[in-house]
């Protein structure tokens, strides 16, 4: 009867399996392909096999490693402010008595917004003449701040956005988590004469602990893909302080019309993602062994 149910579960989702095997393995074949040509949309010539080229010339373009290293900070400090203010927001709402759906919905509004919608509005937000912080600067007599095109300021307004919508993805995740924490343990900590911050050393961080490992993971893969943001706000500019590895890819690509080279950076930024899901895969499985367990 079991192996009947799995031939029935395998036969119900081969037609699913297979449109994602299409879409997913045959494009990866074709950018692996390209990868190692010289491949130019504008060239009349057909692509030339050059092997590793791509790659060796890749690691030697300063553009690119400048890229990768804004990527990877940016990354790192996104994902650790989005975290820990989704712990702390999440730790903060679930204190209150009442109210909790209100706090919920209200929280959740950026990060239901596309990621187009809110560059449009923090760029009219962040705008040099008319943008309503500016103006709120110049209430203290504060001089405007080009935001956008300042090298000191344009990386961290790109990372303040991504901080303001993704946080409250982090919050709903680590919220959901702590609904599932038995009041009974925070009863007996009580008892035990554990304070709030015992309780939630103790109580809430054990019990949530591969909750924000998963959150972590979700922001760092998600986080590595930026592109909206940086596309129309800032190009990759000014001087290449907010480029990121996306950008990179769509500018040769896209701009310079050198399929070849770009498909390359692609196969390199693919390669660190599957890494990164890796992890993520992994903290999957072992959440499962545990629920098994139990």
């Known amino acids: 009867m079991k192996k009947n149910n799995t031939l029935y579960a395998y036969l119900m989702s081969s037609p699913a399996m297979l449109v994602l095997t299409v879409l997913s393995v045959f494009p990866l074949l074709f950018i692996l392909w390209y990868s190692l040509t010289d491949y130019y949309y504008l060239s009349t010539r057909p692509p030339q096999f050059v092997l590793f080229d791509n790659y060796i010339k890749l690691f030697k373009d300063r553009y690119f490693m400048q890229a990768l290293g804004n990527t990877l900070r940016f990354t790192a400090l996104a994902v650790l402010f989005e975290v820990t203010l989704g712990l702390m927001v999440a730790v ?49 007599g504060l001089g405007p701040v080009s935001w956008l095109t300042d090298v000191n300021t344009a990386f961290y307004a790109i990372l303040v956005i991504d901080i303001w919508q993704y946080t409250p993805f982090a919050f709903l995740l680590l919220y959901a988590a702590m609904q599932g924490i038995p009041q009974g343990q925070y009863e007996a900590a009580s008892i035990d004469g554990a304070g709030k911050w015992a309780q939630f050393h103790y109580v809430t961080m054990p019990n949530i602990f591969h909750n924000v490992v998963m959150v972590t993971l979700l922001r760092v893969i998600d986080t590595f893909r930026l592109f909206d943001k940086v596309n129309i706000l800032t190009k990759g500019g000014p001087a290449n302080t907010t480029a990121t590895i996306t950008q990179y890819i769509y500018h040769n690509g896209v701009n310079m019309f050198k399929v070849g080279y770009a498909s390359a950076a692609s196969v390199v930024m693919t390669l660190i993602i599957l890494f990164l899901a890796a992890g993520y895969i992994r903290q999957n499985f072992k959440a499962r062994e545990r629920a098994q367990k139990r």
Do not use: D
Request: proline share 6%.
């Open 92 to 140: 903060l709402v679930k204190s209150f008595k009442r109210g909790q759906e209100v706090l919920r919905t209200v929280t959740l509004l950026p990060t239901l917004l596309p990621p187009v919608t809110v560059a449009l509005i923090w760029q009219i937000m962040l705008s040099n003449n008319y943008g309503l912080i500016n103006s709120l600067l110049g209430l203290f």
